[in-house]
């Protein structure tokens, strides 16, 4: 298991007994020890196999009649930490429906792929990849983050502590690019791949904005490198979050209910759509919380924000399917129980669905053994199914990409409804019991209630 956080390697010590009277002596040594310091590796040791270890076979995907739309994003902890009685049911539980399962290339469970130039450590991809075959997913590999030594860092070693928040150097584009087409071919089940994180280490402080043209750049390097190695492959970016302000912004590119987009995301963007080599996807994460904190004016009117979203992606795209990369509904410190948690998620994918959203992951933020896990698909250390596990696949079977939806109709606005022609998927956005007719139907709704019907 990778840690989230490294330490730092120690930094060298120095005597200080040095008589009085020789400051130029002093002030010289400082800057010998200042340069030592900067020089000094950091981080971690890299494990760098001395044998490496061969590529696992991978089943071919499942092979379905629609794209699933819905899928999970792998993260510190997963199935493959578990004992293997855990691993089992969680396996179970992804398998009930086929959908897509995202990896990271390093962090994220995955150790550093690439510790020094041309030495791979591909163990903890191969075993993810491997559980995900097992688990009959759809396989993603999202192309984040970089080794060390790409990013000024020492060859040989791994500085967790600033793994996530560091770009690859300019001069070194190229050798992400070359290390992207030596993941795919590792796992050649794999068709579809994100370009990076987020923009991490992208921003640029003296502008007080991202480095687009940087982001572009090297995707543009990486996107032609894979094509190059396999035109089959699907590559997809720029993978930025767009926050939004709770405020009605005049100008802004998009605003709603909820407020408006921050400028400088859809900025981002819009340079990367324009100066991009080619694109099979464009991607994008975010959250219906204002950056102010809270959701406006509420958590079910706030999730309009990933409709509004999607629709202008679609458009501005010139017609790109639009993948969510992660999303998020839940204020900080909410102190929502995993009734309310998971009927906000509902309201949410239902948007993604309305709206044509093409993909959209779900982040599952699983746990250690005995560690509280909202949101989680499955109980650490036991494997019992929770909430969202069920959500998932529920949207999954019934709510693939491309299912023509049909519009029924609430007699009350507080039951929010999804219909397709043969089943549909109410919830009740309120904290109390709630009655209403939902297509011809009388319900009764306990508080959150999501509720499955089939229509006959």
């Known amino acids: 298991m ?75 902890y997963s199935a493959d930490n578990e004992p293997a009685e855990v691993e089992d049911q969680a396996r179970g539980l992804l398998r009930r429906e086929p959908m897509l399962q995202n990896q990271h290339i390093m962090g994220w469970g995955a150790d550093n792929p690439e510790p020094a130039p041309g030495r791979y450590n591909l163990r903890d991809l191969n075993s993810r990849l491997t559980f995900i075959s097992s688990a009959g997913g759809i396989p993603v590999i999202t192309l984040c983050c970089a080794p060390d030594w790409m990013k000024g860092g020492t060859a040989g070693r791994t500085d967790w502590e600033k793994n996530a928040t560091v770009a690859p150097l300019r001069e070194h584009f190229d050798d992400f690019a070359k290390l992207s087409v030596r993941i795919a071919k590792q796992y050649p089940t794999v068709k579809h791949f994100l370009v990076w994180n987020e923009f991490k280490g992208f921003w640029d402080p003296s502008a007080d904005k991202w480095d687009a043209a940087g982001y572009t750049e090297m995707y543009n390097k990486v996107y032609t490198a894979l094509k190059k190695h396999d035109p089959a492959i699907q590559v997809g970016g720029p993978y930025i979050s767009l926050g939004s302000t709770g405020k009605q912004v ?61 629709t202008w992606l679609r458009q501005r795209s010139g017609g790109l399917p639009v993948w969510w990369a992660e999303w998020y509904v839940e204020p900080e410190n909410s102190g929502w129980d995993e009734t309310r948690r998971t009927a906000v998620q509902a309201a949410a ?33 036991t494997g019992a199914e929770l909430p969202m596990a069920g959500l998932l696949s529920g949207f999954t079977k019934w709510f693939p990409a491309g299912i023509e939806l049909e519009r029924v109709e609430a007699s009350d606005p507080q039951v929010k409804v999804l219909a397709q022609q043969r089943m549909l998927v109410m919830v009740n956005t309120t904290a109390r019991e709630l009655s209403a007719t939902v297509d011809g139907e009388q319900v009764t709704l306990k508080p959150y209630e999501i509720r499955w019907s089939p229509r006959v």
């Open 250 to 310: 005049p100008g802004a590119v998009l605003s709603g209910p909820w407020g408006s987009v921050e400028p400088r995301g859809m900025e981002a963007l819009e340079h990367w759509l324009a100066r991009k080599k080619g694109a099979d996807f464009v991607v994008v994460d975010g959250w219906s919380t204002a950056i102010e904190g809270g959701a406006v004016p509420d958590e079910f009117t706030a999730v309009t924000k990933f409709g509004a979203i999607t």
């Open 2 to 76: 990778i840690p989230s956080r490294g330490q730092h390697a120690r930094r060298p010590g120095w005597g200080v007994a040095i008589g009085a009277g020789v400051l130029a002596l002093l002030l010289i040594l400082a800057v010998l020890v200042y340069a030592g310091s900067r020089r000094s590796p950091r981080g971690e040791v890299a494990r760098v196999p001395g044998v490496q270890e061969p590529a696992p076979t991978l089943a071919s995907p499942p092979a379905l009649e629609n794209w699933p739309r819905w899928g999970v994003t792998h993260t510190q």
């Open 349 to 381: 994918m239902m948007e993604f669905a309305s709206s044509g959203a093409a993909t959209a992951l779900y982040w599952n933020p699983q746990r250690k053994q005995g560690q509280e896990c909202p949101g989680c698909l499955w109980e650490p250390g």
